[in-house]
């Protein structure tokens, strides 16, 4: 493979078993790893079988959400007293562990978290990447996002080459000579389970499709609310995507020709993202296609880059949302549920582009309707994802309302017809209590 590439020797330098690769770590190391699809998982087994052999006795840990490789071995319940976990965004898998204190939420802004990472004081960084290619390169493939810093700024950086993580175009490639260890382990990536997106979803994802005109650029959240979105976006034309999060709906629109870059007033007939996740075949679309590009969140989230989108259409999912018009997208029954992630980057950014809008959905009601999810006033405590200076748009299965501009009698007025018709009538007393009906 390697016998007419310049960097072989240095490649076979710098291979080795995973144990090999983790044994420099020392206790109290700070240690950062790949989200997502680039959890590492050779890498995580060793360091978790160092843990338990008692020759490493505590480690540190900042990552993303976890996924099932980190969570059977760093994260599993054994090794609880060894591990110091905190992490950028809470997942399914990590919100047990909040409610527990085993792990430490970070509160940020997503396109800051590669400036934070600097600052830190890091001792070893572990990804996935794809094969080196002949100028030496590796590429981050689907998770370029915080790890692409910290993987230049960390004391040591062990890749681990994985021939299912595709060669991704843009600024996602790291060079051999910045490489301390290398790891072979050629192994199916995660793959996330598909969004199932429910009747409601379908009627909020009708809404926003006739909110998004012809020629906009999109950003599109996790969730069903957006996988339902792109159902009804076939008959569109010449849309672009500028996204946090890259996933199957995107490539279905690619593949349809509704989404071509060509209206694009910013990178033109590219496609791109920081983080992204699918199957097999959504990686095999990725894999060397370069009208995809993957970009660090610095610069995929910087409000400043999305507001230079003309037409720049943002949605994403919301928990719930007050008469005030403040929304929570990551706080739940007392506990960090999950994060606010990019979500406050895509609203700035783009309600400051030209023609652009920021949509927020949610239905309207929770636990077999018997819950608003429009309320008052959030309770105690709760976390404000995006404060009610910066909401745009809601909508919920009743329809669409457009915040800004609107008086807090008239938002409160707007907030209340989205919700559920048997709420309605309490919600207004509500809002006459708090003077602003």
């Not at 493979?1 to 190391?29: T, W």
């Not at 650029?217 to 946090?244: F, M, S």
């Amino acid at each position: 493979m390697f016998s007419s590439n310049p960097y072989a020797s240095q490649y076979k330098d710098k291979l080795c078993e995973a144990e090999e690769a983790v044994a420099p770590i020392g206790d109290d190391r700070l240690v950062i790893y790949g989200a997502m699809l680039a959890e590492p998982p050779a890498f995580l087994w060793a360091l978790a079988t160092r843990l338990r052999l008692g020759d490493l006795k505590k480690v540190r840990i900042f990552a993303g959400p976890a996924s099932p490789h980190s969570m059977d071995s760093v994260l599993a319940l054994d090794l609880a007293d060894c591990v110091e976990r905190e992490s950028f965004f809470v997942g399914v898998g990590d919100r047990s562990r909040v409610q527990v204190g085993l792990n430490y939420f970070v509160p940020n802004h997503f396109h800051q978290l590669p400036r934070l990472v600097e600052e830190m004081d890091i001792d070893t960084v572990a990804t996935v990447v794809s094969p080196m290619d002949r100028a030496g390169f590796f590429s981050f493939g689907v998770a370029n996002d915080f790890i692409s810093t910290a993987a230049r700024c960390g004391k040591r950086l062990i890749v681990e080459v994985n021939e299912y993580m595709p060669r991704v175009h843009g600024n996602s490639r790291i060079h051999i000579s910045q490489v301390a260890h290398i790891i072979e382990n050629h192994s199916p990536l995660f793959e996330p389970p598909a969004a199932a997106p429910e009747p409601v979803d379908e009627i909020i994802g009708r809404i926003i499709a006739e909110m998004v005109p012809d020629g906009a650029t999109l950003q599109l959240g996790i969730g069903n609310v957006p996988t339902a979105v792109g159902a009804y976006l076939r008959n569109h034309k010449d849309l672009g995507i500028h996204t946090e999060y890259f996933s199957q709906v995107m490539v279905d629109l690619i593949q349809a020709g509704v989404v071509t870059g060509a209206k694009k007033t910013l990178h033109p007939h590219q496609h791109l993202f920081t983080i992204a996740a699918g199957d097999q075949r959504f990686l095999d679309f990725l894999h060397d296609n370069p009208a995809v590009e993957s970009h660090p969140v610095s610069y995929t989230n910087h409000p400043a880059v999305i507001a230079r989108h003309d037409n720049m259409i943002s949605i994403n999912a919301v928990i719930e949302v007050d008469l005030l018009g403040q929304a929570n997208a990551e706080f739940m029954d007392g506990h960090q549920f999950s994060g606010s992630g990019g979500q406050l980057d895509f609203v700035r950014g783009a309600y400051d582009a030209k023609g652009g809008k920021s949509i927020l959905a949610f239905h309207s009601t929770a636990r077999k309707g018997t819950v608003s999810r429009i309320v008052p006033r959030f309770e105690a405590g709760t976390m404000i994802t995006t404060p009610r200076n910066d909401t745009h748009y809601l909508v919920t299965e009743y329809g669409a309302a457009n915040l800004k501009g609107k008086s807090t009698r008239d938002r409160a007025l707007a907030i209340i017809n989205l919700a559920h018709p048997d709420f309605r009538d309490e919600l207004l007393r509500a809002a006459e209590d708090m003077y602003i009906v």
